[in-house]
């Protein structure tokens, strides 16, 4: 255990962490498999009892009752058209921006990039009242481009790859502009397939964010029609009191959070660096 | 037109030393469609935000006229408000030093290449990519007071589990343990990025002077990774200052308002009561406290930095 890379043997201390280590990895798995195991138990055992989860009776049920009346079809469609988008025009105009911000200059740009960069600070709850009322106005709450829209404002990845553009070699850029290359030129054929890891990180994080998000589709997305897979899931919630469907409830979450757990043990090793990288900025 | 000679102007054109070419306006167009997400959606709803906090807008009844402080003196003689400020103020003193203890914790066992490691860092990062309704509706079910997982574990000793939804005390504590086992990933390997920068021949000469794994790690490991202790500290500030996720959809701010966070109130206030000037100056305290945390914790790091 690294705690001594010194030492070498097994002593009672690393058995311990060891343990400890062990134990909270149980914590860690454990409601997770409990939930699985309880999405194919029937209701009405359910409604006695939640215990002996690996002992039969087993059903595949609530797996059809959600194939059959689900709306999660729509809702996984809707966070997906959600999260690409905003993905996609995230990567777009940060990239552009964070290349202008440090590899050009134009009247203006020192002002501009305090602004923000002051923007940081700023959380998503100090804007949504007044962020809704406008959109209100401007009727486009239950709308794809209402869903995507406010988070683009948000400077964190225009900062991520101004902080990768500064890091890239200015020869590269001076040698093309002595080619006589034009801006655009440069910046589409040298610059760009240069920042590919920089995409990487800063797209699997606003995927990850976007699919997860939830106060802004709590208020804009207010149809059942628009609602993302987190609002559509957190309506159905309130039906917990009503335990007849917990088999269901949790079913519905075990289809719910595959997808996006399948891609994580994919993505592994992308998604982790992206977001450690993206935060620790 | 030779190349060389066309360098030259470039050069002395340019005033930022990292710019590549000629300052001139036609670069602005790299910038302009972020500066326009960026005016029209953050700059304008935050001035929008505030002219609002000073007004009497009720959504329903109409818009009232400017009001001055009032909307702020209100809130400070709203019990609700008050206590979803010290709501969070405590889920925040709580569950800070567990994110940065148990991320330490286990970035520390965790820091090494071997399978075994991978395999627990994977466990420990993947509750992270799941939504927060995802999340609460597992740990609804873990915390139910008669079949829930708790408790039939508990019930394997003949014990009663602690129901963390319907006790006052214990509704916030139950929302921290969620939103740790949540999202410890983050923490956790922002700490290991921190510990894999340390140089490996630091730990092979306290090796050589047979140095105790304790004093490794308070003299040599703790010390150099000190700012992102700081940072993560930070980061986690900001965030558990915006519960909401959780408390709404596990407790939904109670027992008796036991759970209710500064975000909640916001949203009902904006979204459920539609007082808009109120939310509003709601939204502007909640911004000025987490200015002030975040402010003070990077003082006390610089502080500890320089002593």
Same mark, same amino acid.
């Given at each position: =255990? ?12 690393? =058995? ?22 309880? +999405? ?51 990567? #777009?105009?940060?990239?552009? $921006? ?22 940081? $600070? ?13 959109? +209100? ?11 995507? +829209? ?10 991520? =790859? ?63 029609? =628009? ?6 899931? #957190? $309506? ?46 | 037109?030779? @190349?060389? *000679? ?11 030393? /990292? ?8 670069? @602005? ?8 997400? !960026? ?38 003689? /709203? ?33 090494? /290449?071997?399978?075994? *490691? ?8 993947? *509750? ?17 007071? /008669? ?46 990025? @921190? ?63 036991? *759970? ?10 904006? !979204? ?8 509003? @100056? ?26």
């Amino acid at each position: =255990m690294v705690l001594g890379r010194g030492v070498k043997k097994l002593d009672l201390v690393d =058995m311990l962490l060891l343990a400890a280590l062990v134990g909270l990895a149980i914590v860690w798995v454990a409601p997770i498999v409990w939930v699985i195991g309880l +999405a194919f138990k029937p209701n009405d055992v359910l409604m006695r009892t939640t215990g002996g989860i690996f002992a039969p009776p087993f059903t595949g049920k609530n797996f059809r009752d959600i194939l059959a009346t689900s709306a999660v079809f729509g809702w996984m469609l809707n966070s997906f058209i959600v999260a690409i988008g905003q993905t996609f025009l995230t990567l #777009a105009i940060s990239t552009l $921006a964070g290349y202008g911000f440090a590899r050009t200059d134009f009247p203006g740009k020192r002002i501009a990039f305090i602004l923000v960069i002051a923007g940081l $600070a700023v959380p998503e709850q100090a804007i949504i009242v007044p962020l809704h009322t406008m959109f +209100a106005e401007a009727h486009l709450h239950n709308t794809y481009f209402g869903l995507i +829209a406010p988070r683009l404002a948000f400077p964190f990845g225009v900062f991520l =790859m101004y902080q990768y553009f500064k890091g890239v070699p200015r020869e590269i850029e001076e040698a093309a502009m002595l080619d006589n290359a034009s801006r655009l030129k440069i910046f589409f054929r040298v610059v760009l397939p240069l920042t590919v890891p920089a995409q990487a990180t800063l797209g699997i994080y606003t995927f990850l964010h976007a699919w997860n998000e939830y106060f802004w589709p709590l208020v804009s997305a207010t149809k059942p029609e =628009m609602y993302t897979l987190t609002i559509g899931l #957190a $309506a159905t919630q309130t039906n917990f009191a009503q335990t007849e469907g917990i088999g269901f409830l949790m079913a519905q979450a075990v289809f719910a959070g595959l997808p996006i757990l399948i891609l994580y043990l994919f993505f592994q090793r992308h998604i982790v660096t992206a977001v450690a990288g993206g935060a620790g900025k | 037109m030779s @190349a060389p *000679s066309q360098a030259r102007p470039v050069r002395v054109a340019r005033r930022d030393a /990292d710019a590549v070419g000629r300052r001139t306006a036609w670069n @602005a167009l790299f910038i302009a469609p972020y500066m326009l997400a !960026f005016l029209v959606l953050l700059v304008v709803p935050l001035g929008l935000g505030m002219w609002l906090s000073f007004q009497d807008y009720d959504m329903l009844a109409g818009y009232g006229g400017p009001v001055g402080w009032e909307n702020y003196e209100r809130l400070l003689g /709203d019990r609700i408000f008050l206590g979803s400020v010290r709501n969070t103020i405590w889920f925040v003193i709580i569950s800070v030093p567990a994110f940065v203890g148990l991320g330490l914790f286990l970035a520390l066992l965790l820091n090494d /290449d071997s399978r075994k *490691s991978s395999f627990f860092r994977s466990i420990f990062f993947g *509750s992270s990519v799941l939504s927060v309704t995802i999340v609460t509706l597992v740990w609804r079910l873990v915390y139910m007071p /008669d079949r829930g997982l708790l408790q039939n574990i508990a019930g394997m000793f003949g014990l009663t589990a602690p129901n963390f939804m319907t006790t006052e005390a214990l509704a916030l504590p139950g929302i921290a343990i969620v939103t740790v086992w949540w999202i410890i990933g983050l923490p956790m390997m922002l700490f290991l990025a @921190a510990l894999q920068q340390i140089p490996k021949e630091v730990y092979e000469a306290a090796a050589l002077d047979n140095a105790s794994r304790w004093r490794v790690l308070v003299s040599i490991t703790l010390p150099a990774i000190r700012r992102t202790i700081v940072l993560v500290a930070v980061i986690e500030v900001i965030l558990q200052f915006q519960l909401f996720g959780q408390a709404n959809l596990i407790t939904n701010g109670g027992p008796n308002n036991a *759970s209710r966070p500064i975000v909640m109130f916001i949203y009902e206030a904006g !979204f459920r009561d539609w007082m808009l000037g109120y939310a509003a @100056a709601a939204s502007q305290i909640l911004f000025v406290l987490m200015l002030g945390a975040a402010m003070l914790q990077m003082w006390i790091g610089r502080q500890k930095d320089g002593g």
